[in-house]
């Protein structure tokens, strides 16, 4: 199994940053953090999910457009962390972020549906 928590969110005015985390504890033997394909996801109320970043096994790595130049996906092996930092938010960029993961190299890398493992959320929220 995989548990992930995520942490960082909350409440900034436009222009600003958050840093979002995503810590992964893993129970599977033979598994480790440096095999997952990892992502974040958002969803804002009204809206669907919608992917906002990818990392492969931390190496390949997708944007969304929405994301791509203000945002930046990365992790650290030996936390067992995934991060997401934010810069230059927007009000559109409100929504609760959940990450999520699994073992698996997705082709499908933005659909929620296709990770095995997913976390509870952290609600950010961004004034004007």
């Known amino acids: 199994q995989v548990q992930l928590m995520e942490s960082g969110g909350g409440s900034v005015r436009a222009g600003g940053s958050l840093r979002l985390s995503c810590a992964a504890s893993i129970s599977l033997s033979g598994y480790s953090f440096s095999l997952l394909s990892m992502a974040w996801f958002r969803q804002a109320p009204g809206k669907g999910r919608e992917v906002v970043a990818a990392?492969?096994?931390?190496?390949?790595?997708n944007y969304a457009d929405s994301a791509r130049g203000r945002f930046t996906i990365s992790t650290d092996g030996p936390k067992n962390t995934l991060y997401l930092q934010m810069n230059n938010l927007k009000p559109e960029d409100t929504a609760m972020y959940y990450c999520a993961a699994d073992f698996r190299r997705l082709a499908t890398w933005n659909i929620w549906e296709k990770y095995a493992y997913r976390g509870q959320g952290t609600q950010v929220t961004v004034s004007s």
């Open positions: 990392i492969e096994r931390s190496d390949a790595i």
